[in-house]
């Protein structure tokens, strides 16, 4: 597929770069002859060999292939200034094949930022700790606006990004102060392209006419497990193209920088699209086992990194080779970084004094930080509802006291707005505007059926510019199992959303054990860095809310009933951050109840069922929470001396760190009404008062230990394998 | 986008039916007049919507709009026999839109299921258990094939399907003798195609060309949250024909049965690509509120049911109306399905005769059981290499044994299969004949960048026929959380396959945090119905393979390591299935090490520097299966009197039911060699030796017990979202 021959220079590049003078004059005019740019690709490629030999690993192959690409992005197309990496003016590139991360080191280094010394670049799988040049992208490190390596996320984050400078643009700029305008660059391979997030995000990125976005396709067709064609036959350009996307091929990509860099000037001018660049190029470009699977994600080896230095004119003895002329190439990119930075300063300084309302507003996004006043504006205990409301339902209160006024957040679903209450009146729907259904000031998201895209869309609004966006993201719990790759990366990146995931158990009903979770909860309590909160009342779900707009560094995910719980005349919002505290009964308990979310009034109703015993019921929100409480509250809440036992409708997994006893789900649900559900799975307040009466009799005088974790309600139910019964 | 217009009969019906006959001469040529088809689609209407009216509850607008799509496929299309739902011959349906369960549920009453009485359909939303009309389709009820709900998914299961199919018809078709030729018919609705999964497994199809597989697509333009074109204007024939697929469009299927049924036929005879089938329906079609987002998932209400009957000319004081004349439209249905299987017999008693050999293994095949003499072909542990090897490779010495002997197994990897050993010498790929990578007898699958769709096609291939395929997919373990939400539906199904989840931790080394699972073994771990098994060595792995291929009934996935571990003296395979027990140290502990994994070893070398305490290191492979164990059994591995430490380098999530203190991960992981790796987050013998020793010296004479699980290693690096500090 892919054709190439590393001598081939093309012959108006010179021209070309003239050509592309004019239609970039931001860049500035200085021409470099063509043998330099060789030499510089030359060099790329000689050095990716040499970083990846000296500690034999890495992935040399797309480094070698794609140079060409780096040069046309870091030196003629992308604005930014290496001096001030998170200059907000600046344009961002995501790299969605992020084991390719060298390619961009390599190209960090040569453009001037500060940290990217050859010594910094060097540390590429260095045995020694925190290399800022790791396996992947980092977003800690300068230069790098996002952490990739999962495939397909990338590009999905860059749809967030693009989606938050047009919405930005929407909202901020106006005649002549264009303040929010710069590109978001995605480099895919083939890998991503092949992922479903990726197709995910590329279908809504079409949809929504997202032109500030730039897909640079390094279509080597080459993977870990060599050619593609072995797996994938797609005609990537014609399936973009019927998702509503600009398609601009190139041929030559190894080594034509002209073609490239003309065919991303034009991509910067394509209106009402987005655009994809497929750039045909061979990957390991020059080496002996260029074109292959080998070259992917392996050294070279010595005897090959001889082979491509003798064959790029380099000589084989010397390492880490790098011309001055390369350098000097390179010269211009630090001053004229400074220079656009400085421009945009004195464009801010003039549109704070042409339109200072709008220029406050801005100030204050930039900021990162939420207008003040919002914790005020969530109802009291006092005034939220005293009937029985779902959980969801009271979360969409705290939404609606909180979102419509803040710019800050922009909030959506996949497809599920009305169930899970994240839509206010007189919203306005983010969309393109010819499309007559909102426009790109709207903070409405509508991701569609496409959870994975949307939570990792969510990574790329945040990542934008750090609190200036916070996204609030729901589904139905479930499907947060689809997304959970992409909410694992916004916890290793510390970024902050919101995560509305309802009908979060067997309280789902009729809709069936397809829809009901039973183990998920378990990972998103074990990642670290995201708060996983499930809210028992209307009250905790405010305290939930507090939480999550309290903490700027972790996303926040809250499970949310769909069936009504009471107001508990015990909840109380501000516990909800010691992730546990006893929310019913006596001082001195003999017997505590743990449970969460809609388990905590049946835990109420066991309790009483097990007077005269002395029974405490505490609601556990947040597990993590309640671990870094000290012992002595937690002591105080789950006192030595009393007898616990766990309630919750989802595996016992975790429980035994609480608790000497349980009562959960041992199988997946069913379909039926969730009233009669609980009562299958043995959740009657009268069957676990029953249950755990007994036990707690059994255990009088011999306190369980560690390892006697006892599951009062195992046996229920038949398991599930078993033939199932079914009633016709 | 549809249009439809329900008096709108198509003028040339019973011409094209007459011409239908010519094409499908196995279909009775039994004309029904037009007014009745009508009368036989608005009766499936009117009793959708009392269906979800009785319950108030249910997705009523799919079973209308699609009615004539249920028609075409039952009453003219698909092979089955409605007396023997599992005869081996039939074609095959798989409802990606699983929320349209009532479409198929009304279809199986019609067409002559036993089980699927008018009462049986009856009970969908009913407030009752073990009800057969589940809220979505479950395998357990005849008629159905693969449970669905989880978008996306079940377009993967027909893909699974189809190329189980395939390669079972390359395998034992012989001239003359096609005993494996069924088609695979999956619905799919908007929600479905938007789904990442949905369009790995759309691309995966079309590269390999499976003409088996239909794809019928009830194109209504709407789901819960109202018209796609807020969020999707994908040209989706356009881009399914990028993707090698062959493209019919149906304009009026709502009600232009003649239309459906030609395009069925049609597709029927492509050839070397599968087809979809682009239908346009309307939603609701008849309701007040057709082609609206509330006509998907609410019942019409009572006024409603009432509009939508008078309208189709049924009255509306009577409910779940079925015109005699409707039951003897489908009459034949029994009787052909019972001589398609008699015909079936017939052929292969003959093929029995003809080609007895492979007659033999295709019995063999349909018995559902491997092939005996595996378990003595699994190298001893004599045999075992003495050398430290990664587990992930002794997992490969388990493969190469008994994998390539025995057609039952199909084995393939998202891209990594060199990584984690399952592919063997001499194997045929399974591609398209006319590729020239391999035919369809081949058993090595290549799956491509695309985990989701990996495991939700290796449940179509599971589904097939129970037994029949043994599928191992592979992707390092950190790439399972994609793959996660169909491995979930595996668990659910009881269906089996084997997951290689190889780089299990942060063994994995330089490729960094990214690639560092950390809180996935949790999911699987808490996930009822799968074996999750993390061996220590190469004789545990056996053991785990052992474990798996004797359990019909559920998945197994075996997380193994990137890096080496030596053979272990006291590792047993026969003790994996207990799920734990002493690998090395004294019968009478003061202590116990559990550990799993690459930990193990580790974990003894820790008890040796903790003499001269006694101290036994306990091996976990399985919790759940140790779980299960008695207490007697439970408590001579882990003695009551003996302090317990767990040594793991996940989440300590969990372990709290087994140890009284862990040494685990409580952040996510970085980007340096493993050893560099393992030392920094504490894991050294030396570190961990210091640890435990001084936690176990201040709880002399005061065992913890529950709710106080130490963190040994808590504090040993920084939290990752503090500033991260990085060498340059």
């Given amino acids: 597929m892919s054709t190439s021959n590393e001598n081939n220079v093309s012959k108006n590049r010179e021209e070309a770069h003239g050509q592309k003078h004019v239609s970039s004059p931001d860049v500035p005019a200085k021409n470099s002859s063509v043998e330099t740019e060789q030499l510089v690709i030359n060099t790329i490629r000689c050095l990716a060999a040499d970083l990846c030999q000296q500690f034999k690993g890495g992935h040399p192959g797309t480094v070698m292939g794609a140079a060409a690409i780096g040069i046309a992005l870091w030196k003629y197309e992308m604005r930014y200034n290496p001096l001030n990496p998170s200059w907000f003016g600046r344009d961002r590139f995501v790299l969605s094949a992020g084991h390719a991360c060298l390619l961009q080191y390599i190209m960090l280094h040569f453009s001037g930022y500060d940290d990217w010394t050859l010594d910094a670049v060097k540390s590429y799988h260095a045995p020694k700790l925190h290399t800022i040049a790791a396996g992947h992208p980092e977003i800690e490190f300068p230069g790098v606006e996002v952490t990739t390596g999962p495939l397909g996320q990338g590009i999905a984050n860059a749809v967030g990004m693009a989606m938050a400078g047009k919405q930005l643009g929407a909202q901020y700029n106006k005649e002549g102060y264009p303040v929010v305008d710069g590109k978001i660059w995605c480099m895919t391979g083939d890998g991503c392209i092949q992922e479903g997030v990726g197709q995910e995000a590329i279908s809504l990125a079409g949809h929504l006419g997202l032109d500030n976005l730039i897909l ?79 070259v992917h994600g392996q050294a070279l080896g010595d005897e090959g990194v001889t082979h491509l230095k003798s064959a ?58 939420l207008a003040s006043g919002w914790e005020s504006s969530l109802p009291s205990k006092s005034d939220l509802p005293t009937d029985p409301i779902p959980t969801r339902k009271s979360s969409g209160l705290a939404f609606k006291s909180v979102v419509p006024s803040d710019p800050t957040f922009v909030a959506g679903s996949a497809d599920l707005l009305e169930s899970t209450f994240v839509s206010w009146d007189g919203m306005t729907e983010f969309q393109k505007p010819s499309s007559g259904l909102g426009d790109y000031s709207g903070r409405q998201i509508r991701f569609g059926i496409r959870e994975h895209a949307m939570v990792a869309i969510g990574n790329g609004l945040a990542a934008y510019h750090r609190g200036m966006f916070l996204p609030i993201m729901s589904t139905f719990f479930m499907f947060w199992l689809y997304a ?23 309280g789902i009903g009729e809709d069936g054990p397809t829809h009901q ?36 560094h972790h996303p926040s995910l809250f499970t949310l009933s ?20 006893a929310v019913h009964g006596p001082e001195d308990p003999e017997l505590c109840l743990i449970a969460t979310g809609a388990e905590v009034t049946r835990a109420i109703e066991t309790a009483k069922l097990l007077s005269p015993l002395r029974v405490r019921v505490v609601s556990m929100p ?48 069913m379909s039926a009404p969730q009233e009669t559900l609980y009562d299958f799975f043995g959740f009657t307040p009268r069957n676990l008062a029953e249950k755990i009466g007994k036990w707690a009799e059994r255990c009088k005088g011999d306190k369980p230990g560690v390892g006697d974790f006892e599951e009062l309600l195992l046996g229920q139910v038949p398991d599930h394998h078993s033939p199932m019964p079914y009633s016709v």
Avoid at 490 to 497: D, F, I, P, S
Avoid at 564 to 581: F, H, I
């Fill in 517 to 552: 979770p039973i183990a998920l909860a378990h990972f998103y309590r074990a990642l670290p860095g995201l708060n996983f909160i499930r809210p028992a009342d209307a009250e905790e779900v405010m305290g939930a809310w507090i939480l999550a707009l309290k903490d700027e």
């Fill in 216 to 294: 640079v396709y390094d279509n080597n067709n080459i993977t870990v497990d060599g050619t593609i064609d072995n797996c994938f036959t797609d005609d990537t350009s014609a399936k973009l193209r019927a998702q509503n996307w600009e398609v601009i091929d190139v041929f030559d990509g190894s080594n034509n920088l002209t073609d490239i860099v003309a065919a991303m000037d034009k991509a910067k001018t394509i209106k009402g699209k987005p655009t994809l660049i497929n750039i045909r190029t061979v990957i390991g470009i020059g080496a002996k086992n260029q074109n292959t699977g080998s």
């Fill in 484 to 506: 959970a790759p992409a909410a694992r990366m916004t916890a290793l990146m510390g970024l902050r959303w919101i995560g509305i995931a309802t009908h979060d158990a067997i």
């Fill in 562 to 581: 769909r069936q009504p719980v009471p107001l508990l005349p015990g909840s109380d919002r501000n516990k909800v951050a010691l992730g546990a505290y």
């Fill in 312 to 369: 790029l004119g380099f000589d084989p003895a010397e390492k880490f080779v790098i011309p001055p002329i390369v350098y000097e190439y390179w010269e211009e990119t630090k001053g004229r970084g400074e220079a656009w930075e400085a421009e945009w300063d004195e464009m801010m300084s003039k549109y704070a004094d042409a339109h200072p309302e709008v220029h406050a507003e801005l100030q204050q996004r930039l900021s990162g930080k």
């Fill in 622 to 669: 947040s597990m993590a929470h309640f671990d870094r409480q000290p012992t002595s509250y937690r002591r105080s809440v789950l006192p030595s001396s009393a007898l616990v036992v766990a309630i919750e409708a989802w595996a016992s997994f975790g429980w035994a760190r609480y608790a000497h006893a349980g009562c959960h789900m041992h199988t997946f649900g």
